[in-house]
């Protein structure tokens, strides 16, 4: 249901951005495929839609396709960006309702500053990191003595999740190689 309830947001917020992208009003509001759709619109590949639905990497991925969906629309300024991220995404109510904005269909995706540069270089080791350490494996230093005499107390070994399952973090910010 809290799904659902997203996806409806979502759609409220975004189904005239939708049109002027030449697309259709209701594929803003179908769940998993208005996804796919916003990536077509914001010039970003198909497989992002995975991310925005991995736990941990969403919290990083979606912020990204809000800002990605207000630059589509002429919206590139740093300032819009911060508003677009403090706002939650709401910012894409402000552009789909009340500002009068065009549809830039054949952008610039590379960022024009170096900093921009940094910023998308380090958010992807972000996000790489974090799908590796939360679903892959991650580096564990033993806390406390064990039963098992091998593992002393600072021994470092490496735990894969994919034979002893994932572990949802214990916090509600996880960052990544904790």
Do not use: D, F, H, Q
């Given at each position: 249901m809290f799904l659902l309830i997203l996806q409806l947001i979502h759609g409220l917020g975004t189904w005239k951005l939708y049109i002027k992208a030449d697309r259709q009003a209701w594929e803003a509001f179908v769940p998993i495929y208005?996804?796919?759709?916003?990536?077509?619109?914001?010039?970003?590949?198909?497989?992002?839609?995975?991310?925005m639905f991995l736990p941990i990497v969403n919290l990083i991925m979606i912020p990204a396709a809000w800002v990605e969906t207000a630059r589509a629309f002429g919206k590139d300024s740093k300032l819009d960006a911060l508003i677009c991220i403090i706002t939650l995404g709401f910012y894409l109510y402000y552009l789909n309702y009340i500002e009068d904005v065009k549809y830039i269909e054949n952008r610039r995706l590379?960022?024009?500053?170096?900093?921009?540069?940094?910023?998308?270089?380090?958010l992807f080791a972000i996000v790489a990191a974090t799908i590796v350490h939360t679903y892959f494996f991650q580096p564990f230093v033993i806390p406390s003595s064990s039963l098992e005499k091998s593992l002393l107390v600072g021994d470092f070994l490496i735990v894969s999740k994919i034979h002893y399952g994932a572990r949802g973090p214990m916090t509600t910010v996880a960052t990544p190689m904790v």
């Open positions: 208005n996804a796919v759709i916003l990536m077509k619109i914001i010039s970003r590949p198909w497989w992002w839609v995975i991310l590379k960022p024009k500053t170096s900093a921009g540069e940094w910023i998308t270089s380090i």
